[in-house]
């Protein structure tokens, strides 16, 4: 159990019609801590300067910092820093692979047409797996957020291929279902934790089967990283992207995870200053990695911020948050689910899911339940959640979704549950 760090959280000792809030919307952003604060505010007040450009002493201390950045984000789910490109949130980070892998098909495929000298596909082997084809396809899930969902859509339409998908069961969980992964499946996109239903995906079986087919595998870990223990090597995933503000950071910074060997042979995105290596006005070569993805002045206030949010989450521990929010959602699974007429999607237990609740409420529409909560100064989410196909697998509009982090506590889920009881009888 986590004790006593509401105090760390300025936002959350605000009081609106002498209520405290109550803040469960954590799967949408998280609250900040004075430790994130003051470090932003020290970059801007002691240090302010573009990185890797100025031979003085400010901007010499702001590259350290920045660089810091990538060394912390990458201790954090243990991988090499070069491995980690900043952006500014998961659904930059996943367009810039959908991008990355344009670029990277049309340049290759145009080399080996018109190069006489043809290498075969095993000496040639991480750059054949940036070659899309017409007819290749792409595998993803019901359960994904739009933002792991339309990139791929459009690349598919660019490029001709075509999508597949993983249905989930009544619970909320994959079919993995083996005969969906075959010789024509390039791309494997997949959520680790469902935004919706909290589900926690067994990642690891879906990359071990879809490497065995040679596909790339995309993880969204937008709600994973900043909730459990994650290591990508573990995973062996190809790619993973999560953000900085679902884990106490600044909102404008986003994590894209490659393995080294696949970012060295990928295009770039974006061109410009910083990924520059050698230029003339007729060619240029990009920089070692991570600058050859970072175009432009980077978000560098809000790398700070990345590196004072894991050091308050490694403080605190991976493994305690998680027992925390454990215990959170058994707690809350138990209330909820005596509230007649309630009906909640996804599994049964917090061991099988994160802290994601969502849940409707018989005849009565989730933004009606979200209004009256906010007049007790409780904050929720209501809506699709930017999960429509998933909603449409649920056979549903919309939900009502609760989620929670480290500072959440049971007096919490208490007030949600008192309030709700409110709501039936507004309503009845």
Not at 18 to 24: D, E, F, G, H, R
Not at 78 to 93: A, L, R, V
Not at 173 to 195: G, M, P, Q, W
Request: aromatic residues 8%.
């Amino acid at each position: 159990m986590i004790n006593n760090i509401k105090k760390d959280f300025p936002l959350l000792n605000k009081k609106i019609n002498n209520k405290q809030i109550v803040y469960l919307d954590n799967a949408a952003t998280t609250q900040k801590p004075d430790a994130v604060i003051y470090a932003i505010s020290d970059y801007y007040n002691k240090y302010n300067a573009n990185v890797y450009r100025g031979i003085y002493k400010i901007s010499e201390e702001a590259t350290v910092e920045y660089e810091l950045a990538h060394a912390r984000v990458a201790d954090f789910i243990s991988c090499h820093k070069e491995e980690i490109i900043f952006t500014k949130n998961t659904t930059e980070s996943i367009n810039l692979l959908a991008y990355s892998f344009l670029n990277s098909t049309l340049l290759i495929g145009e080399i080996n047409k018109n190069d006489n000298k043809k290498e075969s596909k095993e000496d040639n082997k991480e750059e054949n797996l940036f070659i899309l084809n017409k007819g290749d396809e792409i595998l993803l899930t019901e359960m994904e957020h739009h933002s792991n969902l339309v990139p791929w859509q459009q690349l598919a339409k660019k490029l001709g291929l075509k999508l597949r998908f993983m249905k989930i069961d009544k619970k909320g969980k994959f079919i993995i279902d083996k005969r969906l992964f075959t010789e024509k499946t390039r791309i494997v996109a997949v959520t680790h934790v469902s935004n919706v239903l909290g589900t926690i995906n067994d990642v690891k079986k879906i990359v071990k089967l879809a490497h065995m087919q040679n596909a790339l595998v995309v993880v969204d870990a937008a709600q994973s990283v900043p909730h459990m223990p994650v290591n990508v090597h573990e995973l062996d995933c190809d790619f993973m992207a999560f953000s900085g503000h679902k884990m106490l950071a600044s909102t404008g910074i986003g994590c894209l995870y490659g393995k080294k060997k696949l970012l060295e042979k990928m295009q770039p995105f974006m061109y410009g200053g910083g990924m520059i290596h050698l230029v003339d006005c007729e060619n240029a070569s990009w920089n070692n990695l991570p600058m050859k993805f970072e175009a432009g002045t980077p978000p560098i206030a809000e790398a700070i911020s990345m590196t004072a949010a894991i050091d308050y989450l490694t403080k605190q521990g991976m493994k305690n948050i998680r027992r925390h929010e454990m215990e959170l959602t058994t707690y809350a699974l138990e209330r909820l689910k005596k509230i007649k007429g309630l009906v909640i999607y996804g599994p049964d237990t917090a061991e099988e899911r994160c802290g994601v609740i969502s849940f409707n409420l018989k005849n009565i529409h989730p933004h009606d339940i979200a209004t009256v909560l906010d007049k007790e100064n409780i904050a929720i989410r209501a809506g699709n959640h930017c999960s429509q196909p998933l909603m449409n697998a649920l056979q549903t509009n919309a939900t009502c979704r609760v989620s929670f982090y480290l500072y959440n506590t049971f007096d919490d889920i208490d007030r949600l549950v008192k309030c709700l009881e409110k709501v039936k009888k507004i309503f009845s």
